[in-house]
């Protein structure tokens, strides 16, 4: 087994073998399938046939390396999630992990759609959103939900969505699962000085003034958070 930890693939692995795919052949498209550990391999496991894309060389070379050095193959083009670069129905499974949260909401709806043209009538999908439950909501918000922020220079956006505003991007699928997941990061947060919380401190990606952010640090464990939507849809035949 590759040491992996992805849980919403992991659960989407699950959830497929819980149900009846023998009908489906065994092609997987990962979007934003760059990075030093893909969740691809985990597919490859399991006797799929892997295809991904990823908008980034650097991450692409990261995946391939892994597949070199652990006797696996993947298929990994450049490409735009939101301008698949497949023909129409040309999967039985598609999916995301934790690369759609950097898009707009409108761009968010074009990628869900572009998902359901390469996917095949009856193939399942499976996809995750940020949610506002998440905190600290870091940037400068300029649409509802859609904060910017600076890394290494380059500007970035995170999305994040209440618990049912995702629901609008699948009026063409049938939602088979659904779920909440928050995480409270208690243990590294409790465990800060009160210094390093004020170090933390950096108006580049957090809307507190320094003065708000310092009076937080007692009630830091409380509210730190990251809360997730999953869902997996199906495609209907």
Known sequence: MVPIRRPPVCNFLAYLLRVNTSHLEKTVLECGAGGKYPPLALFYERGYNPYGIDIADGQIELANTFAREHNMYFTIIKGDMGDIPFEDESFSFVYECDSMCHLTKKDTGVTIKEMWRVLKKGGYCSVGFMTSDSWPLDGEERNPGEFWNWYKGEEYVHS???????????????????????????????????????????????????????????????????SSLQYIARKPR
């Open 160 to 226: 994040y969505f209440t618990d049912d505003e995702p629901d609008q991007y699948f009026c063409d699928f049938e939602i088979v699962w659904k779920e909440k997941r928050t995480i409270l990061y208690d243990d590294v947060i409790t465990q800060m000085s009160q210094e390093e919380w004020v170090n933390w401190y950096d108006d580049a990606w957090t809307q507190y003034l320094k003065d708000e952010w310092v009076n937080l640090y007692d009630i830091r464990f409380l509210k730190f958070r990251s």
